[in-house]
């Protein structure tokens, strides 16, 4: 078994945080910031921050076997074997990706990019039928419900 699979069936500490994604409307919803201290990042976005001044940029988007594997740990994951971006200089936005509803970079991306001045995008993402009912379920919700939403999202 390889080192991803056995983090994905490993049985890790109940009690341990990790970094999930919100994987339904219901989830978005009933999330409220502060729930769990452990799963933020730490480090503010750094003063090196590039300006935005009219040039071609780079965007790296993560999408590494469905996101939440051994950065899903909080506090860490014993291994050699993790994702690693080496030239952070070379990024200019850092966008965290996985097929569930909701993906929220883990805590561990987000300090690493803010210390090199590389802001960090998480996703929404609707697919196939079940994006279409989600959809369909976002879109009767209250006005309130929706803004409240797309500002949580940005």
Not at 97 to 111: A, E, G, L, Q
Request: with cysteine; glycine share 6%.
């Amino acid at each position: 078994m390889d080192e991803s699979a056995q983090v994905k069936n490993s049985s890790y500490d109940p009690g341990a945080p990790i970094t999930q994604p919100l994987k339904t409307l219901e989830e978005v919803l009933s999330w409220r910031q502060g729930f769990d201290l452990f799963d933020v990042a730490t480090v503010p976005l750094s003063e090196q921050c590039r300006k935005m001044e009219k040039r071609p940029r780079t965007l790296v988007c993560h999408d590494m076997k469905g996101g939440y594997i051994e950065d899903r740990f909080v506090q860490g994951y014993r291994s050699c074997e993790c994702y690693v971006i080496y030239h952070w200089q070379l990024i200019d936005i850092f966008v965290y990706f996985s097929h569930h509803f909701v993906t929220i970079p883990p805590p561990c991306w987000t300090n690493a990019a803010h210390t090199h001045g590389v802001p960090v995008l998480g996703t929404l993402i609707t697919e196939s039928d079940d994006g279409v009912t989600r959809c369909s379920k976002f879109w009767k919700t209250s006005h309130h419900g929706r803004i409240w939403l797309i500002n949580w999202l940005t």
